[in-house]
């Protein structure tokens, strides 16, 4: 068993930004099944513990419980709705950080989930359907999952995914169809608050992938932020008598748009070898295939 938790706790520590967040995801999950289990043997309502993770639709409730609308997206009810999330963000998340950094990525995760709890609790407070419903609660990765997917999907529309009975399928119309399903699920009194998020989530991640193509990264701040507390939780180091200094010659825009660049350079090698053969490429594109595989 120890060995087992030693794993774990290595491939978390190794691991990049999306396997760190389905660990985070998932050990909340674990967590809190286990403590439900001690509040229904003490006759405490387990509820109670979702409750105060999750966003209240009631704004004086919510200014008192300011964590939520970041804790809520890590927190899931049901073995399915974890498992659902966790699978869209694995696929949607590989692709996004064959273009992206992992710090762009964990920003768009936070950056959709606030989007998501925004636009519920707006939507609960404004529109009459919804304020009928009375005060709830908003739980879930999906808003944040939604803007991963959206993000890579409208940023690389013409990636594929081979989905079984269907084949190879455009990732954009895998997400305009998901959102679709929550546009017209707005109205289905099952899980409304959640269809809300989703559509939150997912323009922010339309917005992320439009604005980059401009030359914007939206997620900049969040990054900056992110690192900041990070950094409060760093042991200091001593400093050292050696001076050694790292200037760092890009921002995240240019590395990822390098990045881009020489992912697309590679695509076309290997459209070509497809096609012709592996003796139609020139030196250089040999060259440049056989780094491509190391990296």
Do not use: C
């Not at 674990?30 to 009631?58: A, C, E, M, Q, Y």
């Not at 995240?252 to 748009?257: A, G, I, L, M, S």
């Not at 090698?269 to 594109?285: C, F, P, T, V």
């Amino acid at each position: 068993m120890a060995d087992f938790i030693d794993t774990l706790k290595y491939k978390y520590k190794t691991g990049d930004v999306l396997t760190k967040l389905i660990f985070i995801n998932t050990s909340v999950f674990i967590i809190l099944k286990i403590i439900g289990v001690f509040f229904t043997l003490f006759n405490i309502n387990s509820l109670d513990l979702i409750v105060f993770l999750g966003v209240p639709s009631h704004i004086p409730l919510l200014l008192n419980r300011l964590w939520t609308p970041v804790s809520y997206m890590f927190v899931h009810e049901g073995f399915l709705h974890l498992l659902f999330n966790m699978l869209w963000l694995y696929w949607f998340g590989q692709i996004f950080l064959q273009y992206f950094t992992g710090r762009s990525l964990g920003s768009l995760y936070l950056l959709g989930g606030l989007a998501g709890a925004l636009l519920y609790v707006v939507a609960f407070n404004t529109i009459p359907y919804y304020m009928d419903m009375g005060r709830g609660w908003l739980i879930g990765a999906s808003a944040a999952v939604m803007a991963i997917v959206m993000g890579a999907a409208f940023y690389r529309p013409d990636v594929q995914l081979h989905l079984f009975l269907l084949g190879p399928v455009k990732i954009v119309y895998i997400a305009l169809f998901a959102f679709v399903l929550d546009f017209l699920s707005l109205g289905n009194p099952t899980n409304p608050g959640g269809h809300v998020a989703h559509i939150g989530g997912a323009l922010l991640g339309y917005l992320f992938a439009v604005q980059y193509k401009k030359g914007k990264d939206i997620t900049r701040w969040m990054s900056q932020w992110i690192d900041w507390f990070v950094g409060l939780f760093k042991p200091r180091q001593k400093k050292s008598k050696l001076k050694v200094e790292y200037t760092r010659n890009e921002t995240d825009w240019e590395y990822n748009k390098r990045r881009h660049s020489e992912q697309e350079e590679i695509d076309a090698i290997l459209d070509k070898l497809k096609q012709s053969g592996y003796s139609s490429l020139s030196a250089d594109e040999k060259k440049k295939l056989f780094d491509a595989s190391k990296k």
